[in-house]
C-alpha cells in the first residue's frame, strides 16, 4: 500500500511537472503549480520516512516470530528491497511454488517463506524439489531462495538451484540495519554479502 502510495504520488509530481511548469513555464500561477509540485514530493518523501521507522521497529527476531505468515512475507519483501532487489507478487501459477519473485543484476529468483517454530524439514520442500527436477535444463532451472525465521533440518543443503537464508541470516540483516545508518552502502554491503552466501 505503502509503495502504491510513492508510485501514484511520483508519477503525479512528474505529470504535473510536466504539464504546469516544463511545458508553459512562464505563463501566469506558475509558483503555484511548483509549490504544488514540491507539496507531493515532500509526501513522498514522508512516506518514505514512515515507512523504514515501520521496517525498523518490526526487525527484532522476538516481532518476526510472532508475525503471522503473511505478514512475514510482507516483511522479507521489504528486507529484499532495501538490500537492492526488485520484489514483485508470484503470478497466479508461480503462487504453487514460491511467494515472491525477486530480481537483481538480471537474475531471478523464486522466493518461498517459511515461518515457523522448530526445523524446516526436507518434506516441506518437496514441491519445490519436484519443479527443479522438471527442469532439467541448466539453462532453464529456476533457482529458489528458502527464507526462514527457524533452522533447516542436516538433510537440506544449499545447492546451485536451492539458496537457504535461515533465522542466522535474518539476525545478519537485523545487526546491519542497526549498525549501517547510510543507505546506499547498506544496499551495496548487503546484496554483496547475501546473494549467494549461506
Known amino acids: 500500500m505503502v509503495k502504491a502510495s510513492r508510485i501514484a504520488m511520483f508519477i503525479s509530481a512528474m505529470y504535473m511537472y510536466y504539464m504546469f511548469i516544463a511545458k508553459d513555464f512562464g505563463q501566469e500561477g506558475t509558483i503555484a503549480k511548483v509549490a504544488l509540485v514540491i507539496t507531493l514530493l515532500i509526501l513522498m518523501e514522508a512516506i518514505r520516512r514512515k515507512s523504514t521507522q515501520t521496517f525498523h521497529e518490526a526487525s527484532e527476531i522476538e516481532i518476526i516470530d510472532s508475525m503471522e505468515s503473511d505478514i512475514f512475507v510482507h516483511y522479507v519483501a521489504e528486507l529484499y528491497k532495501r538490500i537492492g532487489y526488485q520484489v514483485s507478487l508470484p503470478t497466479n501459477e508461480q503462487k504453487k511454488i514460491c511467494d515472491l519473485v525477486i530480481t537483481r543484476v538480471g537474475k531471478r529468483f ?38 526462514s525465521n527457524a533452522h533447516f533440518s542436516n538433510e537440506i543443503k544449499s545447492s ?9 541470516f535474518l539476525l545478519r540483516c537485523i545487526e546491519e540495519f542497526k549498525q549501517d545508518t547510510t543507505t546506499r552502502r547498506l ?12
Open 110 to 147: 523464486y522466493l518461498k517463506c517459511f515461518k515457523q517454530i522448530g526445523e524446516i524439514k526436507l518434506e516441506q520442500l518437496n514441491e519445490i524439489q519436484d519443479y527443479i527436477d522438471n527442469n532439467t535444463k541448466p539453462t532453464n532451472r529456476a533457482r529458489f531462495v528458502i527464507v
Open 187 to 198: 544496499h551495496l554491503n548487503l546484496a554483496k554479502w547475501y546473494t549467494y552466501k549461506n
Open 160 to 168: 546451485d538451484t536451492l539458496i537457504l537464508k535461515d533465522r542466522n
